[in-house]
C-alpha cells in the first residue's frame, strides 16, 4: 500500500513513521510513504506559502495555489481513483471500521493543513474526504497522517507476523481488550490469574471472553450497544449493572 503525504514537514513524516511494525513494513516493501513538500510547489518568488486570514483575526493561512498544485502533481502518478484525505477537526472521527476499509485501498493521498488551517476554496475545489483523529486541535495534520498509515499499515496484509495477527484485539468485535500477563507470575504480591496458567485453553477463551465484556461494561460502556454479544454476554451484563446500582445504593447514606 502506498501513502502519499502532502505536508509542509516531510521530515516529520518521513522520520516519524520509519519505526518498529511499520518501519517492518516498509522494508519488506509491503508500505510505501512518499511526503511530498507543499512548499515545492509555490508560485511566490520568497517560497512562501501562507498568508494573513481575510477578515482580520491572528493566525496565517496556507494559500490555495501550492496546495491545489501539489495535489495535482500527485493525481498525476498515483492510481485512477486514488482517494484525497484531508487531516481535520471536522471530519469524521477515525474508526477501527474506517481503517479497515481504508486498508483496502491500493494507494491513499492525505493533505496535512499547518497553521490555522487552509484556505477553503482549494478544500471545496478537491473535495476530499475529512478525516478528525479527535476531538482537540493539533498544529499540524502531520500527526493525524501519521496515525492513519499507522493503523491502517498494520491491517495490511504480511505487516503484522503470525504472533501478532494471532492477537484478539479491541474493537475487533467492539469490545475492549481482556487483561494480559507475561513472567513472572508474581510481581508484587499480585499473582496471574490462576485459569491462565492451568493450560485448559476452552477456560482461557471463556475467561478471556467474560473479561472483555467486564472490561468494557467498566471503561467503555458506550461500546457495548454497538457490540456482538451473544444472549449470555446481555445476562452478564445485566448482571454487572444490577451490582452497580446495588454499590451504589449501599454506599450513599440517604438512600
Ligand atoms: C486534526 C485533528 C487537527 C487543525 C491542523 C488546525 C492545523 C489541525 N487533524 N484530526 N490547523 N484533530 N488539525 O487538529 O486531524
Redesign the pocket.
Known amino acids: 500500500m502506498k501513502f502519499y503525504v502532502l505536508t509542509l514537514f516531510k521530515e516529520m513524516i518521513e522520520k516519524g513513521i520509519d519505526y518498529s511494525v511499520i518501519g517492518r513494513g516498509i522494508e519488506k516493501g509491503l508500505i510505501e510513504v512518499e511526503a511530498v513538500d507543499i512548499r515545492d510547489f509555490t508560485k511566490d518568488k520568497h517560497r512562501r506559502v501562507d498568508d494573513y486570514c481575510y477578515g482580520g483575526g491572528a493566525g496565517m493561512i496556507m494559500a490555495a495555489q501550492p496546495v491545489y498544485d501539489a495535489y495535482m502533481s500527485v493525481k498525476k502518478r498515483a492510481k485512477e481513483g486514488t482517494r484525497l484525505i484531508y487531516?481535520?477537526?471536522r471530519?469524521k472521527t477515525l474508526t477501527q471500521a474506517k481503517a479497515e476499509e481504508l486498508s483496502r485501498e491500493q494507494e491513499l493521498i492525505i493533505l496535512?493543513?499547518?497553521?490555522?488551517?487552509i484556505d477553503e476554496r482549494v478544500i471545496e475545489e478537491l473535495n476530499p474526504e475529512e478525516?478528525?483523529?479527535?476531538?482537540?486541535?493539533?498544529?499540524?495534520?502531520e500527526l493525524?497522517a501519521m496515525v492513519i498509515i499507522d493503523c491502517v499499515s498494520r491491517l495490511v496484509s504480511g505487516v503484522l507476523n503470525k504472533e501478532e495477527s494471532f492477537m484478539n484485539e479491541s474493537f475487533s468485535d467492539g469490545l475492549l481488550e481482556y487483561p494480559q500477563y507475561t513472567r513472572p507470575p508474581e510481581f508484587m504480591g499480585r499473582k496471574v490469574p490462576e485459569v491462565l496458567l492451568s493450560g485448559h485453553h476452552g477456560n482461557v477463551e471463556k475467561w478471556r471472553r467474560e473479561q472483555s465484556v467486564i472490561a468494557t461494561f467498566e471503561k467503555r460502556p458506550d461500546l457495548l450497544e454497538k457490540a456482538e454479544l451473544t444472549e449470555n454476554e446481555k445476562k452478564l451484563i445485566k448482571e454487572l449493572q444490577n451490582k452497580c446500582f446495588c454499590d451504589t445504593i449501599s454506599n450513599n447514606e440517604d438512600l
Open positions: 487531516m481535520s477537526p471530519g496535512c493543513g499547518h497553521y490555522e488551517g478525516i478528525s483523529i479527535g476531538d482537540f486541535v493539533l498544529t499540524g495534520g493525524g
